[in-house]
């Protein structure tokens, strides 16, 4: 093909500003159908590729309640759980997050070590990057909410409520809590039931006991 | 050696996601990616004292990746007779809104894979990777007016083989 056609490839690929001859013929007929057809073209195959995302990076680490499984994007963690296997999680990731998930500990590295410092008793605030932009405008705002709750204090379902401004949404908060994607570091099993009793987790309730013990909350955890 | 291992590590650490998914689009499948991407840094490993100071080791660990890809491209023609198709399935489902739009993907997935693998690889770099083409250049072999060429094929083969296409 012609010079021009390489010109108007480099004009596509974003390499080269368009010369004035190049622009003179793109204001012909043939000029235009050219254009538009390498538009097509390059576009589709954008389509293709663009479907690849980054992958998401995960890994695990053994903790006081049992082997904890780590995920984080770009963005930081988008996953914490525990009491399952490592492919369950992968397979999880793939669904969630629509991302190839890989076992790579160096991108997890940083969470990794704050969540030791927890459970160590080290660290009793977490200032590792989370990613919730998957949820919803709610979930998030519980979430963000629920973050601010410092260890060793509980509140209750519906104290969330008020402070994200729905005091009638309780049972909301309690479900939104419930699929916490991304819980110690956001401590969910900070928020209890009315009347200090417990209330619900689902990692399971000798789990939230045992993360409310070692930071010390006074509450009634037996 | 010491501080050999903590410098592929960072290396690993820096560059494994987007070497997946370059291997992920140059192959089509997120397994025989998998496989490659082990591939590719093990060799790395293993070489990473023969990289000279100062040299990119981005575009080296994209040479190695182009390589591996390629042996895996091999093994799979070897393992079965018929051309693999391109499996949609194995590729994330995002954005997939209709039948139509997924079999227009097929198609396009189809030229893209009928591309050589070199003109394959230098397009993808260079549009969605950001290597400038003297990187390109130092991850295919060859100069920067041949990695130049090597796109400007690619993009022209595609642009033959999408005539018409409504992306």
């Avoid at chain 2, 840094?41 to 890809?69: D, E, K, Q, V």
Wanted: proline share 4%; net charge positive; hydrophobic share 45%.
């Amino acid at each position: 093909m012609t010079t021009r056609h390489d010109e108007l490839i480099a004009l596509r690929l974003g390499a080269a500003p368009a010369s004035p001859r190049l622009r003179r013929w793109l204001a012909t007929a043939a000029g235009r159908r050219e254009l538009a057809a390498h538009r097509e073209a390059l576009g589709a195959v954008d389509a293709l590729w663009a479907r690849v995302p980054r992958p998401i990076a995960y890994g695990s680490l053994a903790t006081p309640i049992g082997r904890v499984l780590v995920a984080a994007g770009a963005a930081g963690i988008v996953r914490i759980s525990f009491r399952r296997s490592e492919a369950d999680f992968a397979a999880e990731l793939r669904r969630r997050f629509g991302a190839v998930a890989v076992r790579d500990p160096a991108r997890i590295a940083g969470a990794v070590r704050a969540l030791r410092a927890y459970f160590a008793g080290e660290r009793r605030a977490f200032d590792v990057p989370v990613d919730l932009s998957a949820l919803t405008p709610f979930q998030r705002r519980v979430l963000l909410a629920t973050a601010t709750v410092p260890a060793g204090q509980v509140v209750s379902y519906g104290e969330i409520a008020r402070r994200i401004g729905q005091p009638l949404g309780s049972r909301a908060v309690g479900q939104a809590l419930g699929h916490n994607p991304i819980p110690i570091v956001i401590p969910c099993h900070r928020v209890i039931g009315g009347g200090g009793r417990i209330g619900g987790y689902t990692g399971g309730l000798d789990v939230k006991r045992t993360l409310l013990r070692l930071e010390g909350a006074r509450v009634a955890v037996g | 050696m010491r501080g050999t291992a903590i410098h592929i590590a960072e290396l690993v650490g820096r560059h494994r996601g987007e070497i997946l998914a370059y291997l992920m689009r140059l192959l089509g499948n997120e397994h025989d990616a998998q496989d490659a991407c082990q591939d590719v840094f093990l060799r790395a490993h293993r070489a990473f004292a023969r990289l000279a100071p100062g040299s990119n080791a981005r575009a080296w660990l994209y040479r190695i990746a182009t390589n591996c890809a390629r042996n895996t491209a091999r093994g799979r023609a070897r393992r079965s007779a018929r051309r693999a198709d391109v499996d949609l399935d194995t590729l994330p489902a995002h954005g997939i809104t209709s039948p139509e739009r997924r079999e227009r993907l097929r198609l396009v997935a189809r030229a893209v894979r009928a591309l050589p693998t070199r003109q394959r690889a230098a397009l993808l770099l260079r549009r969605f990777h950001g290597l400038e083409y003297a990187e390109i250049a130092a991850s295919l072999g060859g100069n920067e007016a041949a990695a130049r060429a090597n796109v400007y094929q690619a993009v022209k083969k595609l642009r033959v083989a999408l005539e018409g296409f409504d992306a």
